[in-house]
């Protein structure tokens, strides 16, 4: 650490807070690079790094938060429950309902940010203003640069405690995003559900051109509107179809299939 600019504690301690708070894009400027080696070593940390530590990191924040969802999910079913609530589960499809992830990932960053403002205020010494500044301000990658660690056993919390706060930040992010495009879907599909069809919109689900629409043309049809499906999906579709429909008969039999896993 010679040639970084450091309140220093530890040698290994202040070299992995420092990754830590590089790779988490904080940066509280409490640990700089003041040579030309090591800047070009933190531009090439960076690029080199981030992507990695991005996905090793993302998918273990998305398993801890998969295990959080299995374990309610068998505790309301294990409670003899026979209709769960459906505000939480979402019966047809088998798991959390999207508002629930969202429930629990900011249970998660608020459970993150105590244990931050209790470490800070009772190991770095802060009052409980700065302790709770600090602790926003680490967990969603802000870092302001006022506020910093500056003992070996705050950095040693820190070194952890990023890593997971920052990547459920994120995730919590990632799943109200989901929530309002699932929202928006939704609100599409009523949509689509409620219109007529036009004399424009019958030839266009009349596939085939025989002059009237079937049931599975106007399904097809009706999701492609509501953007469930696209025409690339569709032919994808056909393609298999065609290549089980070894008779070209426009059904499959169960002789097709024996023939085609010969």
């Not at 420092?18 to 509280?28: A, E, R």
């Not at 790094?49 to 294990?78: A, H, P, W």
Request: charged letters at 20%; aromatic letters at 10%; a positive charge.
């Amino acid at each position: 650490m010679d040639s970084f600019t450091a309140t220093r504690t530890h040698p290994v301690v202040d070299a992995l807070y420092f990754c830590i708070l590089t790779m988490c894009t904080i940066g509280y400027s409490d640990i700089t690079p003041d040579s030309t080696v090591t800047k070009l070593f933190s531009v090439t940390f960076v690029l080199v790094g981030f992507g990695f530590i991005d996905i090793l990191l993302s998918g273990m924040v998305t398993y801890m938060l998969n295990l959080q969802e299995n374990y309610m999910l068998k505790t309301i079913k294990s409670g003899g429950a026979r209709d769960p609530p459906s505000y939480i589960i979402d019966v047809k499809k088998g798991r959390m309902r999207i508002r629930m992830k969202v429930a629990l990932a900011l249970g998660v960053v608020v459970l993150c940010i105590g244990v931050g403002v209790a470490v800070m205020h009772f190991v770095e010494r802060l009052d409980l203003l700065d302790s709770f500044y600090l602790s926003v301000m680490s967990v969603t990658t802000v870092g302001h640069g006022d506020r910093a660690f500056k003992s070996l056993p705050g950095r040693l919390f820190a070194s952890i405690w990023l890593l997971v706060s920052t990547l459920a930040v994120a995730r919590a992010f990632l799943y109200l995003t989901e929530l309002r495009v699932e929202r928006q879907h939704r609100r599409m599909g009523q949509w689509v559900l409620r219109q007529d069809m036009t004399v424009a919109q019958f030839i266009a689900a009349d596939i085939d051109n025989k002059g009237f629409v079937s049931k599975s043309e106007f399904v097809v049809y009706k999701l492609k509107e509501m953007g469930k499906v696209t025409e690339k999906d569709i032919l994808q579709i056909c393609k298999q179809f065609e290549r089980l429909d070894a008779r070209n008969c426009g059904k499959i039999t169960p002789a097709d299939l024996v023939e085609s896993h010969h």
